[in-house]
């Protein structure tokens, strides 16, 4: 494995996309980057602009971009010699309407299709068995508290 020696970190969303990226290849490469450390680029909620906010965990974000995109982005690494870290978050899902996952598991309970993917009185011990609970105040914390 080559080790990262100099690593230049992408925020990717919507106002930074692969285009966006692309476009400043070269001028990493003037800079001596050999390796890009990459926040997720999986599709989060809409207007992310950190990614770490996932909905779907098998498909690239929309709003950054097409993996054919993506595919022309790793072949001009390659030529450039610069190396891709890619962050993965798949224990930082949002909870939102788009969470297809999320969505089932809350209306199917354990019979979800998803529920093995969730930690919850369904799948752990942990949890008061049969009661899903949804962590979301109605109020600031203080005024919970």
């Known amino acids: 494995m080559n080790k ?17 990226f ?44 097409t993996l054919d995109e993506l595919r022309a982005i790793k072949k001009q690494l390659r030529e450039s010699n610069i190396k891709w870290i890619q962050d993965i978050v798949p224990n930082h899902m949002a909870f939102h309407p788009a969470n297809e996952w999320l969505m089932d598991l809350l209306e199917f309970g354990q019979s979800s299709t998803f529920s093995r993917f969730f930690d919850t009185c369904y799948s752990s011990n942990l949890f008061e068995q049969g009661k899903l609970m949804v962590p979301i105040l109605a109020k600031t914390l203080d005024e919970a508290i």
């Open 22 to 65: 692309k476009a400043i290849i070269p001028y990493l490469l003037n800079l001596g980057i050999d390796t890009i450390y990459a926040a997720p680029i999986l599709q989060s909620t809409p207007g992310s602009v950190h990614g770490y906010d996932g909905v779907n965990m098998h498909q690239i974000n929309p709003e950054l971009g």
């Open 4 to 20: 990262p020696n100099t690593t230049y970190r992408i925020q990717f969303h919507k106002a930074f996309n692969f285009a966006d």
